[in-house]
């Protein structure tokens, strides 16, 4: 990190808000305190929990590099840990599966039960002292929101339904059968640049007009495009073409808007024209590279034929298209020539307005200043 402090706030001048400083995106040290401060204290999603129906149900994934099982339990209670052996630290298990009644680690074959504590340890009843009682796996939080799991590495974290007020409600009005979906299809794109640019970029629509041609003329009223920022959520809303207009086959009786709600710091539910639910993750895999996840589902609105067309249209236009602008962006942030540049917020927070990144850009010094 240079010798210039971290900011509390914005640069404000002349009456503008200013960007964060590229040193934000560039500078390793800044992602390593992004980790500690805001990926293993925040909320992060995992899947929906009807990815893991029965018993012994297990998936794994990684916050950065951190690895946490997720798995449903004897008593359906869906239960996460690090991923690791007590013992001498092997994996304990990989992918994803079923792993039966036990996680059972492949060195020395400690097996443990599904709610993280120890069944056996080979020959440990002829080890003194060895309590197994006193022995389980490292657990981690979870919370089932709108039907997903989230996890969070910091224990003394608030939960994400006090952190989000109504939010639960506002989802429920867009996708009433929440706890309903059925996963269909993951798409990812690999986007060349850190976390943020692309989470900026899916928080404004100012660049719809000029990046998304087929948005722009084939799915969304993008004059009617609304962001209304509120604590650790942004709030998309826009209404949708008519289906004769639309490049996408959907039922308007099932919804004709769009509704995304983003969820600080890397995830939103979004919901299609039609009634068609997608998560959109934002995984930060270093300071430069990100994978985005688009993870389809449906409640039986629509037909799965309707859903994977549309899943495939959604990358073949906006993923690739927000994909070349954001590696672009990541680029110039590395740029000498850059510094700050005055983000485009609008009196009446229009379409093209920026105080999606404005706030987001706040969350980010508020967290690192924490
Ligand atoms: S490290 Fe897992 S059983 Fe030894
Ligand atoms: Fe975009």
């Known amino acids: 990190m240079d010798s210039n402090p971290l900011s509390c706030d914005l640069d404000q001048r002349d009456g503008l808000t200013f960007s964060l400083d590229a040193k934000y995106y560039t500078d390793p040290e800044i992602f390593e305190l992004e980790k500690e401060k805001i990926f293993f204290r925040n909320w992060q999603f995992i899947a929906h929990g009807s990815e893991i129906p029965n018993s012994g149900d297990y998936i794994t994934r990684k916050i950065i590099d951190q690895e946490i099982i997720i798995v449903r339990g004897q008593d359906d209670e869906i239960r996460a840990f690090y991923n690791v052996c007590v013992?001498?630290?092997?994996?304990?298990?990989?992918?994803?599966?079923?792993?039966?009644?036990?996680?059972?680690?492949?060195?020395?074959?400690?097996?443990?039960?599904?709610?993280?504590?120890?069944?056996?340890?080979?020959?440990?009843?002829?080890?003194?002292?060895?309590?197994?009682?006193?022995?389980?796996?490292?657990?981690?939080?979870?919370?089932?929101?709108?039907?997903?799991?989230?996890?969070?590495?910091?224990?003394?974290?608030k939960s994400l339904r006090d952190l989000t007020g109504d939010l639960d409600k506002q989802i429920a009005a867009f996708v009433p059968n929440h706890g309903d979906l059925r996963f269909l299809v993951e798409k990812r794109i690999e986007h060349d640049?850190?976390?943020?640019?692309?989470?900026?970029?899916?928080?404004?629509?100012?660049?719809?007009?000029?990046?998304?041609?087929?948005?722009?003329?084939?799915?969304?009223?993008?004059?009617?495009?609304?962001?209304?920022?509120?604590?650790?959520?942004?709030?998309?809303?826009?209404?949708?073409?008519?289906?004769?207009?639309?490049?996408?086959?959907?039922?308007?009786?099932?919804?004709?808007?769009?509704g995304a709600f983003f969820i600080w710091?890397?995830?939103?539910?979004?919901?299609?024209?039609?009634?068609?639910?997608?998560?959109?993750h934002f995984i930060p895999i270093n300071g430069r590279q990100t994978i985005y996840s688009y993870r389809w589902y449906t409640d039986g609105r629509a037909s799965d034929d309707d859903i994977l067309d549309m899943a495939q249209k959604?990358?073949?236009?906006?993923?690739?298209?927000?994909?070349?602008?954001?590696?672009?962006?990541?680029?110039?942030?590395?740029?000498?020539?850059?510094?700050?540049?005055?983000?485009?917020?609008?009196?009446g927070l229009t379409e093209s307005s920026e105080h999606g990144v404005s706030h987001l850009q706040r969350l980010v010094l508020r967290a690192l200043a924490s």
């Open 314 to 347: 959604h990358y073949d236009t906006n993923g690739v298209e927000d994909a070349a602008v954001v590696h672009e962006v990541q680029k110039g942030l590395e740029s000498r020539g850059y510094a700050q540049g005055p983000l485009m917020i609008d009196r």
């Open 87 to 157: 013992h001498r630290a092997h994996t304990l298990v990989r992918g994803d599966g079923n792993c039966g009644r036990l996680m059972t680690c492949a060195y020395h074959a400690w097996s443990y039960n599904l709610d993280g504590t120890l069944r056996n340890a080979p020959n440990y009843k002829h080890v003194e002292g060895f309590d197994r009682a006193k022995v389980r796996l490292s657990n981690v939080r979870v919370e089932i929101f709108c039907g997903f799991i989230f996890v969070n590495l910091d224990r003394e974290a």
């Open 193 to 258: 640049c850190g976390w943020k640019v692309s989470v900026e970029n899916f928080n404004e629509c100012y660049h719809c007009l000029v990046v998304h041609k087929a948005l722009r003329e084939k799915v969304l009223e993008l004059d009617t495009y609304r962001t209304a920022t509120e604590g650790i959520y942004i709030r998309h809303f826009c209404e949708g073409r008519a289906p004769d207009d639309s490049m996408y086959r959907f039922d308007p009786a099932q919804g004709q808007n769009m």
């Open 265 to 280: 710091p890397n995830v939103a539910i979004v919901s299609y024209p039609g009634g068609i639910v997608s998560t959109r």
